[in-house]
Nanobody, 119 residues
Framework: QVQLVESGGGLVQAGGSLRLSCAAS????????MGWFRQAPGRERELVAR????????YYTDSVKGRFTISRDSAKNTVYLQMNSLKPEDTAVYYC????????????WGQGTQVTVSS
């Protein structure tokens, strides 16, 4: 059974930092592309960052470039999202996502973790 469990969300002031973690089980982690999405109230879910299986392929949406860093630790089956210089517009529920594009499996989703940035 596939499980993605996010943690690390919370309330932070603008300019602060948070690190989100997503622990994966039930999937061959090293073969999956891992992503972080977010959804703010009244808005569609959007891709924030993504990292390929080999770690050398990353993608960031324009609004977080230079502030957020995605990374993965295959020994711990965990993907991270380091968020610096947070802004109120980063407030959202953040979801972890796993997908194997080569064999067409997934996406799988975590339950989400709330990030609230106060001004």
């Amino acid at each position: 059974q596939v499980q993605l469990v996010e943690s690390g969300g919370g309330l932070v002031q603008a300019g602060g930092s948070l690190r989100l973690s997503c622990a994966a089980s039930g999937v061959p982690f090293s073969t999956y592309t891992m992503g972080w999405f977010r959804q703010a109230p009244g808005r569609e879910r959007e891709l924030v960052a993504r990292i390929g299986p080999s770690e050398d392929s990353t993608y960031y949406t324009d609004s977080v470039k230079g502030r957020f860093t995605i990374s993965r630790d295959s020994a711990k089956n965990t993907v991270y999202l380091q968020m610096n210089s947070l802004k109120p517009e980063d407030t959202a529920v953040y979801y972890c996502n796993a997908r194997n594009y080569y064999v067409g499996v997934g996406p799988y989703w975590g339950q989400g973790t709330q990030v609230t940035v106060s001004s």
